[in-house]
């Protein structure tokens, strides 16, 4: 992996409880659940999408409601990082054993890059996961000690920033055809070739939810 990406990593890992900055939506808190709306679900960018930023992106949505909305990009992964060499620079022990496997880290979004989301199944919960859906979110290191140690979600997804969305903004963005949206299939959410997922979501535009 890019130096600069395990500098970015590091820096989730040693500040994710403490992240500063005022994102547009609060990080998800102890107990919380995703209120209705978009929650859950997948948010696909149209080919009328002008923000280079979100071109081609699919968005799993965390939370949407009335205050605005919070996603997680799944589909630009930007770089592995194994489980040792991780745990070893952060000393944090016990270190997991050569060969423990790799972390892949994704894009999440432009918003706070020094905030760090686990994306996973919820066959594995925290105290402190936020549910969306069929899936959960949660921001504890506890859960990266969990993957290492293979007692972990069976599918997760560890992502470096967010997308966020005031008031009205989303809403605003989808009238004027920038985004659909599409079920939260665990088959594009967790696709083993990132580079597909867009195509392949896009090409469920005839769902209307």
Request: glycine content about 10%; overall charge negative.
């Amino acid at each position: 992996m890019t130096r600069r990406l395990f500098v970015l990593v590091l820096a989730v890992l040693v500040l994710w409880p403490l992240a500063g900055g005022r994102p547009p939506v609060a990080a998800p808190t102890v107990g919380d659940v995703a209120s209705a709306g978009l929650a859950g679900r997948l948010l696909v960018a149209t080919e009328r999408m002008g923000d280079p930023r979100f071109a081609r992106t699919v968005i799993f949505m965390a939370l949407h409601d009335a205050d605005g909305a919070l996603g997680l990009v799944v589909n630009r992964p930007i770089g592995d990082i194994t489980f040792k060499a991780l745990f070893e620079e952060l000393r944090l022990d016990p270190a997991p054993a050569e060969g423990s496997g790799t972390l892949r880290a994704f894009y999440g979004g432009p918003v706070d890059p020094a905030r760090g989301f686990v994306l996973h199944s919820r066959d594995v919960m925290l105290d402190e996961s936020l549910v969306a859906g069929e899936l959960a979110v949660t921001t504890e290191p506890a859960m990266l000690r969990a993957l290492a140690e293979h007692a972990g979600p069976e599918r997760s997804l560890f992502a470096l920033g967010y997308a966020g969305w005031g008031a009205g903004q989303l809403e605003s963005e989808m009238a004027r055809g920038d985004w659909i949206v599409v079920p939260a299939d665990s088959a594009l959410v967790f696709a083993d070739d990132p580079t597909a997922t867009w195509a392949r979501a896009l090409a469920r535009r005839a769902i209307e939810l």
